[in-house]
T-cell receptor, first 117, second 116 residues
Framework: EPEVTQTPSHQVTQMGQEVILRCVPI?????FYWYRQILGQKVEFLVS????????KSEIFDDQFSVERPDGSNFTLKIRSTKLEDSAMYFC???????????????FGEGSRLTVL | AQSVTQLGSHVSVSEGALVLLRCNYS??????LFWYVQYPNQGLQLLLK??????LVKGINGFEAEFKKSETSFHLTKPSAHMSDAAEYFC??????????????FGAGTRLAVHP
């Protein structure tokens, strides 16, 4: 069964460093999302991406964050200069087209845990 | 705007006992409601969803949930817990989906422990 894969599963970084989290969405999907969960808090929407551009972003997704689909398969989230408060689990998700069989489900990866020291 | 509140960050039940995980939502439009589960070292997996029609929805692994508009609730239940149900459960709401796009608003999750 097709699945969304994320790497790395866990990354530890120093404050101020750049981090890139990678996701491989399901191959025929067109919409891509990043969510994050700070420990003990809600899973928060960060950004959605469609047709090589951001379709929607939350207020959390400030200039320190960026997303891109560099090669038609990977979908990346870059944090330019990490802060302590960026420590969280980051989830990637994808969805397909509006075909008759799609019923609103988002397909999620296992998550990447980011720890900023 | 939508939001979700899950009461109880941790719930512990005995094997064979009833599972009840609570979810209340707020939505300015008719809500679409979802329950996802995350087993250890796996991604979030859809358990069940309510969009329109029957308010009692059944999902995988014997779980079901009932949409109660008057109570703005969508609680998840299972009559008899199994050890394999131990996982984290997330309730989510959206204002609908179309064209392949669905923005989910999640709660904080409830970790379910099942003991012998």
């Amino acid at each position: 069964e097709p699945e969304v894969t994320q790497t790395p599963s866990h990354q530890v970084t120093q404050m101020g460093q750049e981090v890139i989290l990678r996701c491989v969405p399901i191959s025929n999907h067109l919409y891509f999302y990043w969510y994050r969960q700070i420990l003990g808090q809600k899973v928060e929407f960060l950004v959605s991406f469609y047709n090589n551009e951001i379709s929607e972003k939350s207020e959390i997704f400030d200039d320190q964050f960026s997303v891109e689909r560099p090669d038609g398969s990977n979908f990346t989230l870059k944090i330019r200069s990490t802060k302590l408060e960026d420590s969280a689990m980051y989830f990637c998700a994808s969805t397909g087209t509006s075909g008759s069989t799609w019923a609103g489900e988002l397909f999620f990866g296992e998550g990447s845990r980011l720890t900023v020291l | 705007a939508q939001s979700v509140t899950q009461l109880g960050s941790h719930v512990s039940v005995s094997e064979g006992a009833l599972v009840l995980l609570r979810c209340n939502y707020s939505s300015s439009v008719p809500p679409y409601l979802f329950w996802y589960v995350q087993y250890p070292n796996q991604g979030l997996q859809l358990l069940l969803k309510y969009t329109t029609g029957a308010t009692l929805v059944k999902g995988i692994n014997g779980f079901e949930a009932e949409f109660k508009k008057s109570e703005t609730s969508f609680h998840l239940t299972k009559p008899s817990a199994h050890m394999s149900d131990a996982a984290e459960y997330f309730c989510a709401v959206s204002g609908g989906f179309s064209g392949g796009y669905n923005k989910l608003i999640f709660g904080a999750g409830t970790r379910l422990a099942v003991h012998p």
